[in-house]
């Protein structure tokens, strides 16, 4: 297998593995089936176009209505495996990329005391962030927030701690058993808050595309936001809503909002977006608050 920033990929997915591994199998599965029912056409062409002369005015109606369903059968079979082949590159090799793309968006990590990871799964970012730690020689720690027993798969702080084992960064990793949703730490306590694929499964139990869910993503950037130190980094790599989230962290106020090129992940688009929360916030022409939230959230 191929390396992926400086790492080999065999190792990275033999420590994280493939989480929500089935997805994948099912579009692989069907790719297959779909190929052979495609290979089947075109080898029983002749008799398929013989009985559909039974069915169809015409031979030439036949010949076309053969043609039109091998040549989609074909089609899809290519399509699902694009995207089986989208969805097993996403979920380690470019969440790996992706990750330390996210890490490389923090400018200093030498000075960083204290940093979050939001919903840190199987501890791909978690991880990263602590291999910068480590790197830049920081006596720094990150914390991740998991629940005990993920409704969606089986992640759980006690798998993604293995993972920091088996990536040597134990030391700088907690993972604390919660609701990433809601978040356990004091007001302007993180110099980073870092989030992987999080936020966009925030409020799914609303309806994805409801506005109840909308409020929900909102609520929960804006308790990134809070727990974040003034003149602290966050960095969100998520899917879909990335305009979303700009124009909130325009109403928060927040500073050097900053958006990445558009990344197809898990057959989607994606986006990397950072921002720095105001040392001082202005609320007058002459006032400074320094308590941020009262003037923005809602
Ligand atoms: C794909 S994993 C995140 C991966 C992780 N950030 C990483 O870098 O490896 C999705 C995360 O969202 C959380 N999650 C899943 N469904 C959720 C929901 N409905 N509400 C809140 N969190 C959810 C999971 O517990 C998990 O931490």
């Known amino acids: ?4 920033t400086g790492r080999d990929l065999t ?14 199998l099912f579009l692989l599965a069907h790719a297959i089936a779909f190929s052979i029912l495609s290979v089947l056409f075109l080898i029983y062409f002749e008799p398929i176009c013989y009985n559909l002369q039974q069915l169809l005015p015409g031979p030439a109606y036949a010949r076309f209505a053969a043609g039109f369903t091998g040549s989609v059968t074909a089609l899809s079979a290519v399509c699902l495996f694009f995207a089986a082949a989208n969805f097993f590159y996403s979920a380690v090799s470019l969440h790996w990329e992706m990750s330390q793309r996210i890490v490389s968006s923090v400018p200093d990590w030498s000075s960083v005391k204290h940093a979050l990871d939001l919903g840190c799964g199987r501890g791909i970012l978690l991880n990263a962030v602590a291999l910068q730690l480590k790197k830049s020689g920081s006596s720094g720690r990150v914390v991740g927030l998991e629940p005990t027993r993920n409704r969606t798969s089986f992640l759980n702080p006690t798998r ?9 960064v134990q030391e700088y990793v907690t993972c604390r ?7 356990p730490f004091t007001d302007n306590y993180f110099d980073v808050v870092v989030s992987a694929l999080f936020l966009h499964m925030v409020g ?3 309806g994805v595309k409801s506005a109840a869910a909308a409020a929900e993503r909102m609520r929960v ?15 969100i790599w998520d899917l879909v809503h990335a ?4 124009q909130r962290l325009h109403e ?12 197809t992940a898990f057959m989607v688009s994606s986006h990397v977006v950072s921002f720095r929360k105001p040392s001082q916030h202005f609320v007058g022409s002459n006032e400074v608050r320094l308590d941020w939230r009262f003037n923005n959230l809602c």
């Open 177 to 183: 058993p919660g609701d990433p949703r809601t978040l």
């Open 11 to 24: 190792q990275i997915y033999a420590i994280y593995g493939v989480d929500d591994w089935h997805t994948p």
């Open 160 to 168: 993604t701690l293995r993972t920091a084992t088996l990536e040597g």
């Open 243 to 246: 305009p979303e989230y700009v």
């Open 204 to 206: 799914k139990e609303f």
């Open 252 to 263: 928060l106020n927040m500073e050097d909002i900053k958006v990445s090129e558009r990344v």
């Open 1 to 4: 297998m191929g390396k992926s």
């Open 221 to 235: 950037l804006g308790e990134a936001v809070r727990v974040l130190k003034p003149g602290g980094v966050g960095v």
